[in-house]
């Protein structure tokens, strides 16, 4: 990871409610799709089997900071990964008005950029719930709320 640390806006894993580990997110601002690819089925824990599933989406950072850029810091309140997969038109392309509590947020976008496919957040919230409601929720097929932690080393 560290080879890829200019590149690197968020990262860490997920968890169940009991803070046992169920997947990873790695947002990085890489060149193309496939040197998304390579890192994706190159990184180490997907390499050992780890995870079973791998979502690669272009994403825009409509925050345009880091997550060690958080204002809130690295500890403190209920961290959370939103996905919205969205259906037809674009939804929630503004970011909120509270983004003193967003750690990193943006749309999620077909390979070339073209067609808006969702919208990710990760965000300090008191609870799942709070978290879902960053998303408009009948604009999405489908919302998934993931308990979610910084990671990487402290810079």
């Given at each position: 990871m560290d080879g890829y640390a200019?590149?690197?806006?968020a990262r860490g894993p997920t968890l169940s409610d009991d803070g046992a580990p169920t997947g990873s997110v790695h947002i990085l601002d890489l060149p193309s799709p496939a040197a998304a690819r390579a890192f994706a089925f190159d990184e180490p824990n997907y390499q050992a089997g780890v995870y079973r599933d791998v979502l690669l989406r272009r994403w825009r950072n409509a925050l345009g900071r880091t997550m060690w850029d958080f204002p809130g810091g690295r500890t403190g309140g209920g961290r959370y990964l939103v996905i919205g997969l969205g259906t037809g038109r674009a939804a929630d392309l503004t970011v909120p008005p509270d983004r003193d509590e967003l750690i990193a947020y943006g749309p999620l976008?077909?390979?070339?950029?073209?067609?808006w496919l969702g919208t990710a957040a990760l965000l300090r919230a008191p609870d799942a719930k709070a978290a879902r409601a960053v998303l408009t929720e009948d604009r999405y097929a489908d919302i998934e709320v993931h308990n979610w932690q910084f990671g990487g080393r402290p810079s």
């Amino acid at each position: 990871m560290d080879g890829y640390a200019k590149e690197m806006t968020a990262r860490g894993p997920t968890l169940s409610d009991d803070g046992a580990p169920t997947g990873s997110v790695h947002i990085l601002d890489l060149p193309s799709p496939a040197a998304a690819r390579a890192f994706a089925f190159d990184e180490p824990n997907y390499q050992a089997g780890v995870y079973r599933d791998v979502l690669l989406r272009r994403w825009r950072n409509a925050l345009g900071r880091t997550m060690w850029d958080f204002p809130g810091g690295r500890t403190g309140g209920g961290r959370y990964l939103v996905i919205g997969l969205g259906t037809g038109r674009a939804a929630d392309l503004t970011v909120p008005p509270d983004r003193d509590e967003l750690i990193a947020y943006g749309p999620l976008l077909s390979d070339d950029g073209t067609r808006w496919l969702g919208t990710a957040a990760l965000l300090r919230a008191p609870d799942a719930k709070a978290a879902r409601a960053v998303l408009t929720e009948d604009r999405y097929a489908d919302i998934e709320v993931h308990n979610w932690q910084f990671g990487g080393r402290p810079s």
